[in-house]
T-cell receptor, first 111, second 114 residues
């Protein structure tokens, strides 16, 4: 089946930028998503990008998509302690309604 | 916008018992999805509904699992004869009727099997 891969851990200092990376295998991916999950909670939609775009910016968040390499990244500017959470990359293929998720990247922000 | 609501938040039960979870989607959303998330993993798709019709089921959804959405509003997920491996977070999501509309998730029901 299709696969989404993420590194499992990232640690940054408060005020620095965080970059979370994701690779996927589904060449028919139409939309790619970033969700945030805090302990014991559900998933909060952060942002998403259509596969014919290469960049999207939303306040402190910047998403970059390299469709040729099937690589997606999420940059968080001026990272705060409240950004500490697990970040999931997800994709949805053409004609599908199923989200396929990576295992998540745990972001730890050091004060 | 009240968001997706799930009940209960936590359920502890003995192996072999039946459990039922409820999901109330965002009111104007006609698509509703169920996912399962085990520890250290991302959510995995179980099934989804368009209005009251169940349109797709994952191979993860064994015959002990049944989902309904009788009036196209709230949905229930029932697990019969629970097993240890059913321990997980069960997440519900909803969206408008288009693949380009993002899925919005509830806070989930955490199921623990003793």
């Amino acid at each position: 089946g299709e696969d989404v891969e993420q590194s499992l851990f990232l640690s940054v200092r408060e005020g620095d930028s965080s970059v979370i990376n994701c690779t996927y295998t589904d060449s028919s991916s139409t939309y790619l998503y970033w969700y945030k999950q805090e302990p014991g909670a559900g998933l909060q939609l952060l942002t998403y990008i259509f596969s014919n775009m290469d960049m999207k910016q939303d306040q402190r968040l910047t998403v970059l998509l390299n469709k040729k390499d099937k690589h997606l990244s999420l940059r968080i500017a001026d990272t705060q302690t409240g950004d500490s959470a697990i970040y999931f990359c997800a994709e949805i293929g053409a004609g599908s309604y199923q989200l396929t998720f990576g295992k998540g990247t745990k972001l730890s922000v050091i004060p | 916008d009240t968001g997706v609501s799930q009940d209960p938040r936590h359920k502890i039960t003995k192996r072999g018992q039946n459990v039922t979870f409820r999901c109330d989607p965002i009111s104007e959303h006609n698509r509703l999805y169920w996912y399962r998330q085990t520890l250290g993993q991302g959510p995995e798709f179980l099934t989804y509904f368009q209005n009251e019709a169940q349109l797709e089921k994952s191979r993860l959804l064994s015959d002990r699992f049944s989902a309904e959405r009788p009036k196209g509003s709230f949905s229930t997920l029932e697990i019969q004869r629970t097993e240890q491996g059913d321990s997980a977070m069960y997440l519900c999501a909803s969206s408008l009727d288009s693949p380009i509309q993002p899925q919005h998730f509830g806070d989930g029901t955490r199921l623990s099997i003793l």
